[in-house]
């Protein structure tokens, strides 16, 4: 019963690929969030949903794609991947009335680009 | 706009020390602060918070105190363990912040048997 589930956990591939990582969340969140953590632990926000509704769209390459087919799944595709997309990539959730600062966070999907 | 400033790591202390992580803020309005903490492998977890001035968050030996005058919110924990190894984040929210948390850079702590 994880609250915020992420996969793959661990994804290798070769520069050029398209790949996706999936998140979804159990907690009854209305919202839900993409980051990037680089290899120094600097997070950076890239996407957030709120009722299927992108809300924050940070200044990311067009490469990077969310989607959310419903407010308990955001996933992320990632086209064209490139040496700098290695990164850990967190999916997270909040709920908007009792404390949208209030963040839960999936374990994390390690992509490396080779 | 806004922003978080923690100090820089890696910090690395012997258990049973006492454990200081500094954190300022920059922001409009009243923030929320937070310390997330971060153990190797796993995604971020809240530790405490803080949602108005001279509030005090505390949770497993830590604490942070909201400082207002002094745009502060430090991280303390008077005896640390082996198991307090990871990775410290400071972050605030607030109103104009459309919706986002805005984390500091994160801060490793390291604690030896």
């Known amino acids: 019963d994880t609250a915020v589930s992420q996969t793959p956990k661990y994804l290798v591939t070769q520069m050029g690929n398209d790949k996706s990582i999936k998140c979804e969340q159990n907690?009854?969140?209305?919202?839900m969030y993409w980051y990037k953590q680089d290899s120094k632990k600097f997070l950076k926000i890239m996407f957030s949903?709120?009722?299927?509704?992108?809300?924050i769209n940070e200044t990311v390459p067009n490469r990077f794609s969310p989607k959310s087919p419903d407010k308990a799944h955001l996933n992320l595709h990632i086209n064209s991947l490139e040496l700098g997309d290695s990164a850990v990539y967190f999916c997270?959730?909040?709920?908007?009335?009792?404390?949208?600062?209030?963040?839960?966070f999936g374990a994390g999907s390690r992509l490396t680009v080779l | 706009g806004n922003s978080v400033t923690q100090m820089e790591g890696p910090v690395t202390l012997s258990e049973e020390a006492f454990l200081t992580i500094n954190c300022t803020y920059t922001a409009t309005g009243y923030p929320s602060l937070f310390w997330y903490v971060q153990y190797p492998g796993e995604g971020l977890q809240l530790l405490l918070k803080a949602t108005k001035a001279d509030d005090k968050g505390s949770n497993k030996g830590f604490e942070a105190t909201y400082r207002k005058e002094t745009t502060s919110f430090h991280l303390e924990k008077g005896s640390v363990q082996v198991s307090d190894s990871a990775v410290y984040f400071c972050a605030l929210y607030s109103s104009g912040s459309a919706r986002q948390l805005t984390f500091g850079s994160g801060t490793q702590l390291t604690v030896l048997p």
């Open positions: 907690l009854g969140h209305d919202t």
């Open positions: 997270a959730s909040s709920h908007t009335i009792s404390g949208a600062n209030v963040l839960t």
């Open positions: 949903y709120n009722n299927k509704e992108l809300i």
